[in-house]
């Protein structure tokens, strides 16, 4: 079993360099390449949930992504230490806003998406995800866990 763990300040672009890594260690591990991308864009979804979190809660605490290498399975784990109470309600996404009309002078996109997309997203992208209370060393936080089965 190999791990990679990557701690990152919460900078968006440090997303796109944890999805290259998780990508890597992903297709090292054994990951079918006709699902590197689901990997890709599931790690980047996460990532850049825990980066909008830290950047308005806490922004100088890292963001850690570990990286396992088990023999039959590949794991992701994205951890943040924000408040967990940041309004994520699946309830939210049945009042998901029309993103086609972002005409109504919306400053920002996080005006518009509300809470959970990103872990709805995850959700239809990885057959296996959990999603628990609790950031790294049992701060704050929750924790998005991730796994892909590896070619044995």
């Known amino acids: 079993m190999a791990t990679v763990e990557l ?9 796109r360099t944890a999805r290259l890594v998780a990508a890597a260690v992903a297709r090292r591990s054994g990951v079918d390449e006709a699902v590197l991308d689901e990997v ?4 980047g979804e996460a990532c850049s949930r825990a980066v909008h979190l830290h950047r308005r809660f806490c922004p100088d ?3 850690t992504v570990t990286l396992v290498d088990d023999p039959e399975v590949f794991r992701v784990v994205v951890a943040d230490e924000a408040p967990v ?9 049945a009042d998901l806003t ?3 009309d972002l005409s109504g002078g ?9 809470p959970g997309v990103g872990l709805a997203v995850i959700a239809g992208l990885v057959d296996d995800v959990t999603v628990e209370q609790g950031g790294p060393g049992g701060a704050q936080g929750m924790t998005v866990r991730m796994s892909w089965p590896t070619k044995v």
Not at 85 to 93: A, I, N, P, R, V
């Open 61 to 63: 605490r890292p963001v």
């Open 40 to 43: 890709r864009l599931a790690v």
């Open 106 to 114: 919306a400053a920002d996109l996080d005006d518009v998406v509300p």
């Open 98 to 100: 029309d993103l086609t």
């Open 7 to 15: 701690r990152f300040s919460a900078l968006p672009a440090h997303v």
């Open 85 to 93: 109470d940041d309004g994520t309600d699946e309830g939210d996404l």
